[in-house]
């Protein structure tokens, strides 16, 4: 049933910060019943810090730069409201006085690579996932526990805030756990949406540790005195819980208008997969390493993690080093100009879970599997592209047998959405329409959120239909009759759980 908004309420400003893995933003977003317009007003730099403890997040300097962005965001006018969103799984520990234990752990450090197995030996992968449903990553939350256990700051720990709570927490003073978020710790039932008591005594983990669980829409609190001061926005101005978990603000952002669709976040990672009204928690969903996290509203994101496009960001990384072209759109020139199916690479392969030299790494790759090793810039970009391709075409037809649905459309957000051939490569290989757009999806799924708790906007299909008005979108329609493509995935030999 549609929410109509009060026919007294007029456009509102809302703040969103939007912390990616590469960078930060603060975007300021106008919201009317039938218009919606953002503006960044900060972007800084999203650096992480290798010390001789492991690789850390600089979260200091992203508490600074989102200050500096809500600073700028009050010179814009009257800020209603506020809302925070981040990448998942990292967290900061707080002590008994509620100070930082050090700067949190980057999901790429090595120090996990053993600790499933202490976990497995408590609790076994069928049962786990029978409880949480989520697809294995080696970097989850209860594998970063468990490979802090017997630490000095493990020990000391009182509090666990995921990033965006940690944020909200020196932003308003509150503690609590946005549920969208909390969905990707590996201590939440994927079916009752609360954590799982059985596995935090199972795992001997303190059930104080895990804060309140907080709903999108949720009040958060309102700016502490500092906090306003510095920014220059009102005293009492409140932050909202949003979908804090930035694939989950994407999907609220999804410009869907009818059933049947499938969407892909792409942007360091590509979240392939499809909205559902229950979790899918069999031993087959298991077995292809799908995972099921909350959605707004009780939704599950029924989808894969693919390594997405941190191959290709890495890969112009490394050229920059190495004082080699890196602009972007000479380098999908070159890639559209490359031989087709020259090369492929399984993207989740753990080869290419950790920074360094990935064109490197993507020869070796194609080397060990007797292909044709890529000898120009465009024929690597070709090679990733391509196989990012057939990453979303395997992705979303094993969700869609998983789940038991139909796919009439593909909708790809977020910043992959901007790449044509990308898009154009992803229709072909699937054989599907995709709608490309909006690239701002994550900011637009934040603003929406704190819209809605005002009454500006009703629910999440006036949602969507809003950004299908308002934002631009890009149309793409499969070329050919697919033979090319089915060869292709027949070449691949994806890792286990990834067929």
């Known amino acids: 049933m549609t929410t109509t908004p009060p026919s007294s309420a007029l456009a509102s400003t809302f703040a969103a910060v939007d912390l990616g893995a590469t960078s930060g933003r603060v975007i300021v977003g106008r919201v009317g019943r039938e218009n919606l317009d953002l503006t960044e007003a900060h972007r800084f730099p999203n650096t992480p810090v290798r010390l001789p403890d492991g690789l850390r997040w600089d979260v200091l300097a992203l508490f600074q730069g989102a200050l500096d962005g809500l600073r700028e965001a009050a010179r814009s006018g009257g800020v209603a409201s506020v809302g925070v969103d981040t990448w998942a799984v990292d967290h900061g520990l707080l002590d008994a006085d509620g100070a930082l234990l050090g700067h949190p752990f980057h999901y790429r450090d090595s120090r996990t690579d053993a600790a499933a197995a202490r976990v497995h030996s408590l609790v076994g992968p069928e049962e786990l996932y029978r409880i949480t449903g989520l697809q294995h990553l080696p970097f989850t939350t209860v594998f970063q526990l468990a490979a802090a256990e017997g630490t000095v700051q493990r020990k000391a720990a009182r509090t666990l805030l995921l990033i965006p709570d940690l944020l909200i927490h020196w932003l308003t003073g509150s503690v609590g756990a946005e549920e969208t978020n909390a969905s990707t710790t590996g201590l939440f039932d994927a079916r009752t949406g609360t954590w799982s008591q059985d596995l935090l005594r199972r795992l001997s983990l303190d059930p104080g540790l895990l804060p309140q669980l907080r709903a999108p829409g949720d009040p958060a609190g309102t700016l502490l005195p500092h906090v ?29 208008t009818e059933p049947d669709f499938a969407y892909i976040s792409c942007g360091t990672w590509s979240l392939a997969g499809l909205e559902l009204d229950a979790p899918v928690l069999t031993e087959e969903s298991r077995a292809a390493n799908f995972t099921n996290e909350r959605g707004i509203d009780g939704t599950i994101r ?13 890969c112009r990384r490394t050229w920059d080093r190495e004082n080699l072209p890196a602009h972007l759109s000479a380098l999908l ?3 559209a100009r490359a031989e087709p199916f ?9 080869v290419f879970l950790a920074p360094g030299d990935m064109p490197a790494r993507i020869r070796d790759y194609c080397a060990r599997t007797g292909q044709r090793v890529p000898g120009s810039q465009g024929a690597i970009v070709r090679c990733v592209l391509e196989s990012l391709a057939l990453a979303h075409r395997r992705a979303l037809r094993q969700a869609a047998e998983l789940a038991g649905r139909d796919i009439n459309r593909i909708h790809l957000v977020g910043g992959g959405s901007r790449n044509d051939l990308l898009c154009q490569l992803t229709a072909d290989a699937t054989g599907l329409p995709v709608v490309a757009g909006p690239t701002e999806a994550t900011a637009l799924g934040n603003i929406l959120v704190q819209a809605r708790a005002t009454g500006l906007v009703g629910d999440l ?25 089915h060869a292709a995935a027949a070449r691949l030999d994806p890792a286990p759980g990834h067929r």
């Open 228 to 256: 306003a001061a510095y920014t220059g926005l009102g005293p009492r101005t409140p932050v909202t819980t949003v979908a804090s978990h930035d694939t989950a603000s994407a999907v609220v952002a999804v410009p869907a």
């Open 302 to 314: 029924y989808l894969r993690n693919i390594m997405g496009m941190w191959l290709l960001e890495e």
């Open 333 to 335: 020139a070159d890639a």
């Open 342 to 350: 020259a090369s492929l690479v399984d993207p989740d392969a753990p």
């Open 461 to 485: 299909a006036d949602m969507r239909r809003l950004i299908a008005s308002t934002q631009h979108l890009r149309h793409y329609t499969p070329r050919g009759d697919g033979t090319a493509w």
